[in-house]
């Protein structure tokens, strides 16, 4: 891996917050191994190995009950990991890839049987090359048919730009990581409000409240991050997931604790019904309806 990474927490806590039964972990990645999966040459980092034995393992440790593998740029288009992950799952994990412009239809419906159910478009120019906004909206419409959602990673200082994109595409959205706020500017910074705003106004946009460690400007314990995941759970409670992004891909300064991001639920969420929502009940609606 590359040298100025940290790799995943070699013994995360075991979290003092049970989920309830059921609960899904929403966002979360596998990593090769690189000698089964290689990484793709077009990479702009190369993580540590992270195997879906090893996710499983601490998904059933931290009590949760199914996993949402998010394809990460490590592996490019080529979703073979995730694939095997998902078809090793026993019916517990459902993917969300990143395929080429030119994908064919047999690719996607594959990618379906396996449990893929949606698509990722990644806008960080530290992470990808960019692609035209016009050739994501055509891959968009063709995975419609299939009823596959688009997750869309950008962060907060681009939201202007990337409104008029979100507005025009023919899916449901999911937002990664909250669209990365500025935790220095608070949850009552303008642009924030206008994103609870934009996602309160068009409900095909979900969110996903998760990644504390990579939003906060205090680091641990990340308190300066609840006032904006309890926000949108407030403001969209049907419309928001949690995960807990093992194994924390690109992280420098520090390696978060699985166990303590798991015992911050309660605080995104206060109320049973809405850890339910969260936990439960969207995920499931999302993932799991077919």
Partial sequence: ?????????PNPSKPRFAPPAGAVDAHCHVFGPE????YAPERKYTPCDAPKEK??????????????????????SDNRAL????????????????????VGDSELQALDRSGVRGIRFNFLPRLVDATPKEAFLALAERV???????????????????TPFLEALPTTIVLDHMSVPDAKKGADDTAFRAYLDLVAKHRKIWVKVTCP?????????????????????????DRVLWGTDWPHPNMTTHMPDDGALVDMIPRFAPDPAQR???????????????
């Fill in 276 to 290: 339910k929502a969260l936990l439960i009940d969207n995920p499931m609606r999302l993932y799991w309806a077919k």
């Fill in 213 to 237: 460690e990579r939003i906060s400007a205090k680091g641990p314990p990340y308190d300066d991050v609840v006032p904006f995941a309890r926000a949108l759970v407030e403001r969209i409670p």
């Fill in 83 to 102: 694939v095997d992950a998902l078809e090793k799952s026993d019916g517990k994990a459902r993917g969300v890839a990143v395929v080429s412009l030119k």
């Fill in 144 to 162: 419609k048919s299939l009823g596959w959602h688009t997750v869309v990673y950008f962060e907060m200082p681009m939201l202007e730009t990337m």
């Fill in 55 to 76: 996710l499983f393992a601490l998904r059933d440790f931290l009590g949760f009950s199914r996993n949402v593998v998010v394809q990460a740029t490590c592996h490019g």
């Fill in 1 to 9: 891996m590359d040298a100025n990474y940290i790799p995943f927490h």
């Fill in 35 to 38: 000698a089964a999966f290689p």
